[in-house]
């Protein structure tokens, strides 16, 4: 496996790396969720990229980027034992030179839901993602059904700035009593992460009340908020019944939608969705 940490040494190396190319774009800190994406952009293509890069125009002031978890060595060495081919590490200041200041913005879809709580935050996340797909002019990447809004965003902007890459998205990966891989799941304490299982739970719950027929979207709302407001650790931020496609809340559900929402548990701050087909 090869290591880049400079745009020149990343150029060269990708060039020698066999089409088609998979991309599977990351923050560091890996876990199974991550492996899921390499093993799809393994089946998929004849190479494999990964970046690891804690991207700070997508945190905010009062956000954890200076205490993000981060074990380099360890993420390289899961790298290399999935089959990745090549793994880009810049640093800030190689990503961002000195004078950077193009700013991807994808409009309102990235002002709803996390956009709002976290603001500029999609910003940074549309910044990043053009780089890399600038950088490396992969055939795929691939991104994780957990961070639905994300995938939306990205999603929008390849598609409008005619980036010639196809946006896999791969289902979220759980831990067997449902709670949905997160590098921030490291944050929570033995009881708190007892308590994160009413995430997935509650929306579990709101899927097979659709499943049963349910369409009315307050009352899935509703349904999600109650299971989660009946944990004393989690203290919930919000609850969103959306259009898969444009984000936006719906009355009444009569195509795909997601199910998505926020809570906070201890000083961890979970997001997780499930789609409604």
Same mark, same amino acid.
């Given at each position: 496996?090869?290591? !880049? ?5 990343? @150029? &060269? ?5 066999? #089409?088609? $190319? +998979? %991309? ?91 956009? !709002? ?5 999609? @910003? &940074? ?5 053009? #780089?890399? $797909? +600038? %950088? ?98 989690? @203290? ?10 444009? %984000? ?30």
């Amino acid at each position: 496996m090869k290591v !880049a940490s400079t745009v020149e040494d990343l @150029r &060269g190396m990708q060039r020698e790396l066999p #089409r088609p $190319l +998979g %991309l599977v774009p990351t923050m560091g800190f890996l876990h199974d969720g991550h492996l899921a994406l390499v093993r799809a952009a393994r089946e998929q293509n004849l190479s494999v990229a990964a970046s690891i890069f804690v991207n700070p125009k997508q945190f905010g002031p009062s956000e954890d980027f200076a205490s993000y978890p981060r074990d380099l060595n360890r993420d390289l060495g899961l790298l290399d034992t999935a089959g990745v081919d090549l793994v880009f590490v810049p640093s800030v200041e190689e990503m961002y030179p000195t004078g950077f200041s193009t700013v991807v913005d994808v409009g309102p879809i990235g002002d709803v839901l996390e956009g !709002a709580r976290r603001p500029g935050h999609f @910003r &940074g996340v549309a910044t990043v993602v053009a #780089r890399l $797909l +600038g %950088l490396f002019q992969p055939q795929r990447a691939y991104f994780g059904q957990k961070d639905a809004q994300q995938c939306v965003v990205v999603k929008k902007l390849t598609r409008e700035l005619g980036f010639p890459t196809d946006i896999v998205v791969v289902p979220t990966v759980r831990e067997p009593d449902g709670l949905a891989l997160s590098s921030r799941n490291v944050y929570l304490s033995p009881a708190e992460r007892i308590a994160a299982r009413v995430l997935s739970a509650s929306l579990r719950s709101a899927l097979a009340a659709y499943q049963g027929g349910e369409r009315d979207a307050d009352r899935l709302r509703d349904q999600v908020s109650q299971m989660v407001t009946q944990e004393p650790l989690a @203290r919930l931020d919000y609850v969103s019944v959306a259009d898969a496609w444009t %984000l936006e809340e719906l009355q009444h559900i009569n195509g795909a939608a997601i199910v998505s929402m926020a809570a906070w548990v201890g000083k961890a701050r979970l997001i997780d969705n499930v789609l409604l087909m």
